[in-house]
Nanobody
Framework: QVQLVESGGGLVQAGDSLRLSCAAS???????MGWFRQAPGKEREFVGT????????YYADSVNGRFTISRDNAKNTVYLQMNSLKPEDTAVYYC?????????????????WGQGTQVTVSS
């Protein structure tokens, strides 16, 4: 069983940076990881994904160029570096994992989810 715990959320101002972490426990060798977010009153949406080796990433257009996903497999941790934050980035951010190899953009592609961490960006 894989457990995911996000951390690093908080309240920041527009233009600031924030780094989220997702610590995984259990067998995660070879797992693809993803980040999603859900704003109030909206459906959860894809943010980005990274393959097991960290050599490939893919991002939603809304965050491409501002957000960066990385991972440290020795620490079983995935990061989401968020720069130039905007008020529209306000959401609960979720980490997700799946044992399949590749890059996945759909919620249904992921079997494991964290509890989420709140990010609030004030204008």
């Amino acid at each position: 069983q894989v457990q995911l715990v996000e951390s690093g959320g908080g309240l920041v101002q527009a233009g600031d940076s924030l780094r989220l972490s997702c610590a995984a426990s259990g067998r995660t060798f070879g797992y693809t990881m993803g980040w999603f977010r859900q704003a109030p009153g909206k459906e959860r949406e894809f943010v980005g994904t990274i393959n097991w080796g960290g050599s490939r990433t893919y991002y939603a257009d809304s965050v491409n160029g501002r957000f960066t996903i990385s991972r440290d497999n020795a620490k079983n941790t995935v990061y989401l570096q968020m720069n130039s934050l905007k008020p529209e980035d306000t959401a609960v951010y979720y980490c997700a994992a799946d044992s399949s190899r590749g890059l996945f953009m759909s919620e249904s592609d992921y079997n494991y989810w964290g509890q989420g961490t709140q990010v609030t960006v004030s204008s």
